[in-house]
């Protein structure tokens, strides 16, 4: 089935640092999504990519559509504390109709003060 | 905004028991769609549904099921419960999927 690796699987940086994450897929997606997750919390949407090649901020976020539709980056610029947790990365699966959001591996950061 | 809705928050089962989780979805969205996430993994894909009728079906036990309400609320049952059924339990309503806060589902 499908599957979104996501690398790398964790990392420790200072704060302030800038901070750069991949999503990389053997299949094509229509829709790539980054979500972040706290602990025993659901995973909050940070930024929603619709179309190839498609660059997107949100504050200090910026998110990138692969060309190929097949990977995605996020970079988080100037870390701060509470950007601790796990992100995820989703793509849009559509077949017939239907419609499901596979989730990648996750990237777990966590930021030195 | 009005956002996701999930209930209970935390539920606790003895093993063989029967569990229901609630799902309210943001109103007027359509499609909701449920996920589990064990300890340390990536929320995996369980069941969904549009307009009441069931989307897609991801690795969701057959001890398992779930449906969708004329109001569009989503409930996912769950019986004979196993151990291995402990997780956090997302449902998503869409598009693009927004997440609840989840139900911590304990099997003692």
């Known amino acids: 089935g499908q599957q979104l690796n996501q690398s790398p699987q964790s990392m420790f940086i200072q704060e302030g640092e800038d901070v750069s994450m991949n999503c990389t897929s053997s299949?094509?997606?229509?829709?790539w999504l980054w979500y972040k997750q706290d602990p025993g919390e659901g995973p909050v949407l940070l930024i929603a990519?619709?179309?190839?090649?498609e660059l997107t901020s949100n504050g200090r976020l910026t998110a990138q559509f692969g060309i190929t539709r097949k990977d995605s980056f996020l970079n988080i610029s100037a870390s701060i504390p509470s950007d601790v947790g796990i992100y995820f990365c989703?793509?849009?699966?559509?077949?017939?109709?239907?419609?499901?959001?596979?989730f990648g591996t996750g990237t777990r950061l966590k930021v030195l003060a | 905004a009005a956002g996701v809705i999930q209930s209970p928050r935390h539920l606790i089962k003895e093993k063989r028991e029967t569990a229901t989780l609630k799902c309210y979805p943001i109103?007027?969205?359509?499609?909701v769609y449920w996920y589990q996430q064990g300890p340390g993994q990536d929320p995996q894909f369980l069941i969904s549904?549009?307009?009441?009728?069931?989307?897609d079906k991801g690795s969701i036990p057959d001890r398992f099921s779930a449906q969708q309400f004329s109001d569009y609320h989503s409930e996912l049952n769950m019986s004979s419960l196993e151990l291995g059924d402990s997780a956090l339990y997302f449902c998503?309503?869409?598009?693009?999927?927004?997440f609840g806060p989840g139900t911590r589902l304990t099997v003692l």
């Open positions: 998503a309503s869409s598009s693009p999927a927004v």
């Open positions: 299949s094509i997606f229509n829709t």
């Open positions: 990519l619709y179309k190839a090649g």
């Open positions: 989703a793509g849009l699966h559509t077949t017939s109709g239907t419609y499901k959001y596979i």
């Open positions: 109103p007027r969205h359509d499609t």
């Open positions: 549904f549009y307009e009441k009728m069931q989307s």
